[in-house]
C-alpha cells in the first residue's frame, strides 16, 4: 500500500458507504461483500487477497524508500533523535524519497509518530502513524504539530490569536468535550515542546 493521505472517512466517501461499516471491515469485525472489496483494493492499490488477510504485500524496493525513525513521547523527551553506531535502535518507517524530494523535505529531519488519541478525528484516528518535519519548531496558525504536552504526546492544530501574540492548541474534534482548546500561557510554555510540523498522515486501513 502506497503512503497517502485517505482516511477511512475518505475511502467512505470514495465507496459510498458508512464509515462505520468501514470500522467494521478494518477491524476485522466483518467482510466487505465482494463488489465493495474489489473498489476498495482498487483505490489501495493492493490485491484482495492481501486485504482479506491471505496474502503479503510485496517485498519494498529500498531504494525508493528511506527508514523515518518512529518516536515514542519518551524518545522525544529523551532526544532519541540521532542513529546510534550508523543505525536507529528503534522502530523504523520506509517513507518514499520521490515524496521527500518532491516536499522539499530533508530525510534526516523527519520522525514518525503514532496517533494516541481521537483529538483529531475523524482526519487522525488511534493508531494512524504522522510524519513530522522536525525543522518546523516554530508554530504556524492552523497547522498541525506534534507537540510534548507535559511529556504527554499531543498533536494538535495551533491557532494563534487575533492579537496575533497568544497561542491556543485545538483539536479538531469537536464532538468530544473532553478536548477542549488549551491555551499556551506563560505557566505551560516550560511544559510545551514542539517535536515538529505534520507533513503527512499514514492512515491505518
Not at 482526519?123 to 511529556?151: H, P, T, W, Y
Not at 494563534?160 to 474534534?173: A, F, K, P, V, Y
Not at 515542546?193 to 499514514?202: K, S
Request: one cysteine or more.
Amino acid at each position: 500500500m502506497k503512503e497517502r493521505k485517505t482516511t477511512q472517512e475518505d475511502l467512505a466517501a470514495t465507496l459510498d458507504i458508512s464509515q462505520s461499516s468501514v470500522g467494521h471491515y478494518v477491524a476485522g469485525r466483518r467482510n466487505p461483500r465482494k463488489d465493495v472489496l474489489e473498489k476498495m483494493a482498487d483505490e489501495l492499490e493492493v490485491s484482495m487477497d492481501w486485504l482479506l488477510g491471505k496474502t503479503e504485500l510485496p517485498p519494498i524496493d529500498k531504494r525508493d524508500f528511506f527508514p523515518v525513525p518512529v518516536l515514542s513521547a519518551v524518545d522525544a523527551a529523551e532526544k532519541l533523535l540521532k542513529p546510534k553506531g550508523g543505525k536507529y535502535d528503534m522502530e523504523l518507517t520506509p517513507i518514499s524519497t520521490k515524496w521527500i524530494s518532491d516536499e522539499g523535505y530533508e530525510a534526516d529531519h523527519l520522525c514518525v509518530c503514532y496517533v494516541e488519541d481521537d483529538a483529531m478525528a475523524p482526519k487522525l484516528n488511534i493508531g494512524d502513524k504522522v510524519v513530522i518535519d522536525r525543522n518546523c519548531q516554530e508554530l504556524s496558525n492552523g497547522k498541525v504539530f506534534a507537540l510534548l504536552v507535559n511529556e504527554a504526546l499531543h498533536i494538535r492544530r495551533a491557532v494563534q490569536g487575533l492579537s496575533g501574540g497568544s497561542w491556543t492548541l485545538s483539536s479538531d474534534n469537536k464532538e468530544n468535550p473532553s478536548y477542549h482548546d488549551e491555551l499556551i500561557t506563560d505557566n505551560l510554555k516550560g511544559s510545551v515542546e514542539i517535536i515538529g510540523r505534520v507533513a503527512l498522515a499514514i492512515t491505518t486501513l
